[in-house]
């Protein structure tokens, strides 16, 4: 990466840098650079950083240098990745202010921006300001001005607007809570931030296509002060050729959005692992991710997900997450698969990807072990699970198969006689491709089981068909008995 070494700038830092990754938006720069000529508030720099462009944009920002008197940087990424990663931790390289503003150089934000921001974060001390609105105008209405006076504020939050400037309470199980609930914004041009914040939690930006939701989200979850202001100052242009609309096949598409999910749920779980919080409280880390998941989901993936033949979106989900070593991510795409199915209502179609099939399917083998009586499954809480009596499961007495993806299961059952249950827990009988003698290995995390109220264990106990958990229990004539399960997709370092 390199810049241009014929600007030069005043040796006092600013109050603001304002960074802006860049690339073929000559139509649109100018516009951009004139808003921030007309800033109210003048200490700041503006570092452009050029992602290959292939137009007339590096030519315009050149032009606008003698305009801002030294305050205007041009950089250059090496390469061109498709996202904006690469770019702007480039700019926040370069950049010397007390606090950053990174931009879309598609955009424009109000003459006061700079102002109102600035003086909020000096007077809260902050690490961020976030605003919760903007001004969403469809690129065709840019320059309509009867549009304009009817423009009201937009917001993707639900609730928790503020009327004046709002330092938020540090408690970060309660903004796990909150960003769940859709009570932040996500784009990064909505917020002011602390450089000396952002470089002491090593918050970088990852080159992924969804790179303000996972930045956000760390944010989120390590500023100490984190101020919420009313202000709405951006005026973000609705574009169809933007970086999020372009005209791809839906299958393409698909392929895009799940990279960057699965890349950005790594860097979040890796960034999560190392906060001390949520090493002491894993289940509002499982939240947090679980959050990050589902809005990646519902905002991006599930727009072209329904648009795919069945066999094409099964190859390529087998693809992107057939080989990682992520149960979290695991559990959470099964998750969505299964309220997708339910949704749509395939009939006769399996819920999940046949792939992933062998990896989610738990086989409990009941059985009573008595030559005489009755024994009876009176409930079996998954309502798509596979229950059947084979006949190797009635010698020496009266056993049922169950087969179920759902994750846990709650088993209800009835003996006529005393007897001793045999429980048996393994994977599904998947055989060799090449040799249908000997059985593939397909393990399943058994994470908890409870009989009768009591607990045989609640620690990962790996099983597959061939190696199996194996737990006995006397039963009476007339008892019901009571069995509850819980798995996952099976980890290689358990």
């Not at 990050?292 to 795919?308: A, P, R, T």
């Not at 099964?334 to 399917?361: G, M, R």
């Not at 009596?389 to 006689?417: E, F």
Request: glycine letters at 4%; charged letters at 25%.
């Amino acid at each position: 990466m390199s810049e241009e070494k014929s600007i030069k700038f005043p040796s006092m830092n600013p109050a603001v840098s304002v960074i802006s990754p860049m690339y073929n938006v000559e139509k649109y720069v100018s516009e951009f650079l004139d808003s921030l000529l007309a800033q109210s508030f003048q200490d700041f720099e503006v570092i452009v950083v050029d992602a290959c462009s292939t137009d007339n944009s590096v030519d315009i920002i050149k032009s606008y240098i003698p305009k801002f008197d030294g305050r205007l940087k041009l950089a250059k990424a090496k390469n061109n990745t498709g996202d904006l990663g690469e770019p702007s931790n480039l700019g926040l390289a370069l950049s010397r202010g007390e606090y950053l503003f990174i931009l879309d150089n598609d955009n424009t934000i109000t003459p006061d921006a700079l102002e109102k921001l600035y003086s909020v974060a000096k007077e809260f001390k902050a690490d961020v300001v976030a605003c919760e609105k903007y001004y969403r105008v469809p690129e065709e209405n840019w320059n309509n001005v009867n549009f304009r006076k009817n423009l009201k504020p937009y917001s993707n939050q639900r609730g928790g607007f503020v009327n004046e400037p709002t330092l938020i309470t540090f408690d970060v199980a309660k903004r796990v809570q909150d960003c769940s609930g859709y009570k932040f914004l996500f784009p990064m041009w909505t917020k002011l931030i602390r450089r000396d914040y952002l470089m002491e939690n090593q918050i970088h930006f990852q080159d992924i296509l969804i790179q303000d939701m996972l930045t956000t989200s760390c944010l989120l979850y390590t500023a100490k002060r984190f101020v919420r202001v009313p202000y709405v100052i951006n005026y973000y242009r609705v574009r169809k050729d933007s970086l999020y609309n372009q005209e791809r096949e839906p299958l393409e598409q698909m392929k895009t959005y799940m990279n960057s999910l699965k890349v950005g749920f790594k860097c979040l779980n890796n960034f999560l692992n190392g906060i001390e919080f949520f090493q002491k409280n894993p289940e509002v880390k499982y939240a947090a991710l679980k959050t990050y998941f589902f809005e990646n989901w519902n905002m991006y993936v599930s727009k072209v997900y329904d648009k795919i033949p069945l066999y094409e979106r099964e190859e390529s989900l087998r693809e992107e997450f057939g080989n990682i070593d992520n149960t979290p991510l695991l559990t959470l795409l099964f998750d969505v698969l299964f309220k997708t199915e339910k949704e749509t209502a395939e009939l006769n179609v399996l819920p999940i990807p046949s792939n992933f099939a062998l990896f989610v399917t738990a086989r409990i083998d009941i059985q009573l072990l008595s030559t005489s009586g009755d024994f009876q499954l009176l409930y079996v809480s998954d309502k798509k699970a596979n229950v059947a009596k084979p006949a190797w499961l009635q010698k020496n007495g009266i056993g049922y198969q169950i087969q179920s993806y759902a994750g846990k299961l709650s088993i209800n059952a009835k003996a006529t006689v005393n007897g001793n249950l045999r429980l048996w827990l393994r994977g599904i009988d998947v055989r060799d491709s090449k040799d249908k003698s000997k059985r593939s290995p397909y393990w399943i995390d058994y994470t908890k089981l409870v009989v009768n109220d009591k607990t045989i264990f609640d620690t990962i106990t790996p099983a597959w068909h061939d190696e199996i958990y194996a737990h006995n229990t006397e039963v009476k004539a007339g008892e019901e008995i009571k069995i509850q399960i819980d798995w996952q997709p099976h980890r290689s370092d358990t």
